[in-house]
């Protein structure tokens, strides 16, 4: 890179943060979920409420790419969003694990804690996975271990890498080696595994950050029939426990997983177009046109 662009990105950066700090003094003190006021970093689910997403816009040089979204997902819900190319799936998630900082609007993760003054690591601190689509495992260590590490880098502050799994801890890995379907390949190396396996093995590795909140994108992907029905029923078992946001294009998945009750959101040019269960938005002529009928 030149010297010239060099310092244009620097001076581009430094604009950017003095806008940021700017927007951040005049906003006042952080508010919660529809206006509340913030006190802690612990989130308070005290509406039963997991995530409010209210007005959330992202610019990318003038096209946006959520354009005042609003959503809220319910503490233990099962939600799927839906939507079509474009449509700021993924830049939603972005903006909720703080990948992305948003032009306006606000993320409050129960009633308390604004997502938008956090860090991504303290993000995943207060409880919220996520699940990107190609798997991340430590295709060199095993089942076993990289589960075990990612127990022992679990939330706690006093959580310690060095020290043997306690009993407890060796009894989650059991369960969690069976809620993925992974108990016989535990001693496996993670590399050997299939695409699908790996998979659940990212998912059992984010689950033993005991997550309140799981957001998965595209999970079933490059997945086999049968693994993808595997994978819907280890979601089901994890409604109550975890509030999942499930981003698909498979319908016959979306399907199992909302099993005709369950609502979908669809998205569309960055903002909520229907909202239901999943037969209404299939019969739902804006739904179809922009995406179900294609
Ligand atoms: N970093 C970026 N810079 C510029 N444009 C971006 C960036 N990230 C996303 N976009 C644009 O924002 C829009 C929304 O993208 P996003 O990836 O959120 O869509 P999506 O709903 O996840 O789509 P898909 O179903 O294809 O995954 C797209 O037009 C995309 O090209
Ligand atoms: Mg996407």
Redesign the pocket.
């Known amino acids: 890179m030149t010297p010239d662009l060099m310092r244009d990105g620097a001076a581009r950066r430094a604009a950017y943060e003095a806008r940021m700090a700017a927007k951040r003094a005049a906003e006042g003190p952080p508010r919660g979920g529809f206006g509340r006021p913030l006190e802690r970093l612990e989130p308070v689910f005290t509406q039963g409420v997991a995530l409010y997403v209210e007005d959330l816009t992202v610019s990318?040089?003038g096209?946006k790419?959520l354009n005042a979204l609003s959503l809220t997902v319910d503490l233990g819900e099962l939600r799927c969003i839906i939507?079509?190319?474009?449509?700021?799936?993924?830049?939603?998630m972005?903006c909720i694990t703080g990948k992305?900082q948003p032009d306006a609007g606000r993320l409050s993760f129960g009633s308390n804690v604004d997502l938008l003054r956090l860090a991504e690591p303290q993000i995943a601190q207060i409880g919220i996975g996520r699940k990107f689509q190609k798997p991340t495992v430590y295709e060199q260590l095993t089942v076993f271990e990289n589960l075990e590490l990612s127990l022992k880098a679990d939330r706690r502050p006093r959580a310690n890498l060095f020290a043997r799994l306690s009993a407890e801890q060796l009894d989650r890995l059991g369960e969690l080696l069976a809620l993925i379907h992974l108990k016989e390949h535990a001693q496996r190396t993670a590399g050997l595994l299939s695409h699908g396996q790996k998979q659940w093995l990212e998912i059992g590795m984010l689950l033993a950050q005991d997550p309140k909140l799981l957001l998965l994108?595209?999970p079933v992907a490059g997945m086999t029939d049968e693994e993808t029905e595997r994978t819907g029923e280890l979601f089901l078992s994890l409604e109550g426990r975890h509030s999942l946001v499930v981003?698909e294009?498979d319908m016959a998945f979306v399907e199992q997983l909302t099993q005709g009750r369950r609502k979908v959101t669809c998205?569309h040019e960055?903002r909520v177009l229907a909202e239901g269960r999943l037969a209404d938005l299939q019969a739902d002529e804006r739904v179809v046109e922009v995406y179900l009928g294609r």
């Open positions: 990318f040089d096209f790419a939507g079509p190319n474009g449509a700021g799936k993924t830049t939603m972005d992305t994108d595209e981003v294009h998205l960055g």
